[in-house]
């Protein structure tokens, strides 16, 4: 693998810098011969969102951990329910994840509004509280009511005010349009079962300029003790957020497990 990135990126390059110009360089080409063979005009609006779902996902046997639904030639996986929600709370989240310096990597300021979809316990969320402050919301999405209301009373017992959970759907996370300065999905995207559709209502709700957060187990690293269906690539990420109106800003990989990629949306939804 390595080898054929260095025939086409450039020889004498460190593996690990390789790649990661590699992704880039995947991301414009892919951006390139999608926007190419579209129809003139609004290539999101004209080709994806018109497009029948039907012909968007694949359908076969699901493997253990997934449920048979093909997205641009990745296996979606199983979702964790509500009963599984002592895992987000785990004591050892902290050293496998380092949850702190994620926040850091956000960048995020007093007042900003942030959508942490998939929220679960607020794990991420109530970290998030005391950065953007009384001025700030953070909406805190979930599918399932009873996740939102284990987080309602999560959030009651520490007295933090400014989380506000929404019940949103497979498809769509229930946001106003362009509010959103920060959307952030941690080891939460690769369970979307239908992602094309989710992402296209988050990029929605961002403002122009707004960015979205993929944090996922990397798939790259043998050693992420993680089931492969709940680990993604940075090419595939980059691959998936293409169809939005998304612009790739910047890839964080030195938390333990997990790499943080980065969008900024861009003008034209």
Same mark, same amino acid.
């Given at each position: ?30 951006l390139?011969? #999608? ?26 046997t ?52 942030v ?23 953070? #909406? ?15 959030m ?13 759907t ?13 959307a ?11 992602? #094309? ?22 798939l ?17 990420v980059?691959?998936?957020?293409t ?26 939804e």
């Amino acid at each position: 693998m390595i080898t054929k990135l260095q025939s086409i990126c450039g020889r004498g390059l460190k593996p690990r810098k390789l790649t990661k110009i590699c992704v880039i360089v995947f991301g414009i080409l892919f951006l390139l011969i #999608y926007t190419t063979t579209s129809p003139k005009g609004d290539s999101h609006s004209e080709t994806d969102q018109t497009r029948p779902a039907s012909t968007r996902y694949a359908q076969r046997t699901p493997s253990r951990d997934g449920i048979g639904k093909i997205y641009m030639g990745r296996e979606i996986s199983q979702v964790m329910g509500h009963l599984a929600a002592g895992w987000l709370e785990r004591p050892a989240r902290e050293r496998e994840e380092m949850p702190n310096k994620l926040i850091e990597m956000l960048k995020l300021k007093e007042g900003d509004v942030v959508a942490d979809i998939g929220v679960g316990t607020g794990y991420i969320a109530r970290r998030i509280s005391p950065i953007v402050g009384k001025t700030g919301t953070i #909406y805190g999405v979930e599918i399932q009511q009873e996740m939102l209301d284990i987080l309602a009373e999560k959030m009651a017992e520490e007295g933090i005010t400014n989380i506000k959970g929404v019940l949103g759907t497979i498809t769509d996370p229930k946001l106003p349009p362009n509010l959103v300065d920060l959307a952030i999905m941690v080891d939460v995207y690769h369970e979307f079962s239908h992602p #094309y559709e989710m992402m296209h209502n988050i990029c929605r709700a961002l403002k122009v300029g707004g960015r979205v957060a993929f944090v996922e187990y990397r798939l790259e690293d043998d050693n992420v003790p993680i089931k492969r269906l709940h680990k993604m690539s940075e090419l595939q990420v980059v691959k998936e957020a293409t169809p939005h109106p998304l612009s790739w800003v910047e890839t964080h990989d030195d938390l333990p497990w997990q790499h943080v990629i980065i969008f900024e949306k861009v003008a034209g939804e």
